[in-house]
Nanobody, 117 residues
């Protein structure tokens, strides 16, 4: 059974940093699949934050470009989201997913990030 588990969230002051982790278990395919980070705040749709392809190509939402860095460690089947210079507007529940799982309606529990001003 495929599982993606997000962790690393917490409460941080504006300007601070957090590193989120997305650990994949189950089928090997999902361990090396392209991974995307999303975030969601109450009353709003989930939005794209950053993605990393199977080949390591990365892309970012304009709102986080230059502040967030996505990376992966294949040996640990884990994708990271390093978040620096955090702003209050980064407060959200952060989720990771693959395109395939997303089309199947799968979402993990997410990890809460709260940035205080």
């Amino acid at each position: 059974q495929v599982q993606l588990v997000e962790s690393g969230g917490g409460l941080v002051q504006a300007g601070g940093s957090l590193r989120l982790s997305c650990a994949a278990s189950g089928s090997l395919f999902y361990r090396i699949a392209a991974i995307t980070w999303y975030r969601q705040t109450p009353g709003k749709q989930r939005e794209f934050v950053a993605g990393i392809s199977t080949g390591g190509t990365t892309n970012y939402a304009d709102s986080v470009k230059g502040r967030f860095t996505i990376s992966r460690e294949l040996a640990k089947s884990t994708v990271y989201l390093q978040m620096d210079s955090l702003k209050p507007e980064d407060t959200a529940v952060y989720y990771c997913n693959t395109d395939y799982l997303r089309t199947k309606g799968y979402w993990g529990q997410g990890t809460q990030v709260t940035v205080s001003s």
